[in-house]
Nanobody, 123 residues
Framework: QVQLVESGGGLVQAGGSLRLSCAPS????????MGWFRQAPGKEREFVAA????????IYGDSVKGRFTISRDNAKNTVYLQMNSLKPEDTAVYYC????????????????WGQGTQVTVST
């Protein structure tokens, strides 16, 4: 079992930046692909970004390409989501996920999920 704890959410004005962090509870973190998803009220969960366990290959959802960057520091057991040029439509609960089968935009491919952190972007 892997527990994931997200942090870094909050309230920011449109055009601003936030950095989310996710720290898994076990040292096997480096063997997991990591992903970020988000869910806004009344909407389905949406893929944001993912990064492979090795080589750091990244993939992004179309709505965040060029604005968000996912990265990982295996020495610190942490994955990050740097969010720049935030828009009101980025408002959602952001979830960190860990998967053993590789980076994927599909939520079903992930085995463990965090509780989520709220990001609110005001106009």
């Amino acid at each position: 079992q892997v527990q994931l704890v997200e942090s870094g959410g909050g309230l920011v004005q449109a055009g601003g930046s936030l950095r989310l962090s996710c720290a898994p509870s076990r040292s096997a973190f480096s063997s997991y692909a990591m992903g970020w998803f988000r869910q806004a009220p009344g909407k389905e969960r949406e893929f944001v970004a993912a990064i492979t366990s090795n080589f750091g290959i990244t993939i992004y959802g179309d709505s965040v390409k060029g604005r968000f960057t996912i990265s990982r520091d295996n020495a610190k057991n942490t994955v990050y989501l740097q969010m720049n040029s935030l828009k009101p439509e980025d408002t959602a609960v952001y979830y960190c996920a860990a998967g053993r089968t590789g980076a994927s935009p599909y939520a079903v491919r992930y085995d463990f999920w965090g509780q989520g952190t709220q990001v609110t972007v005001s106009t």
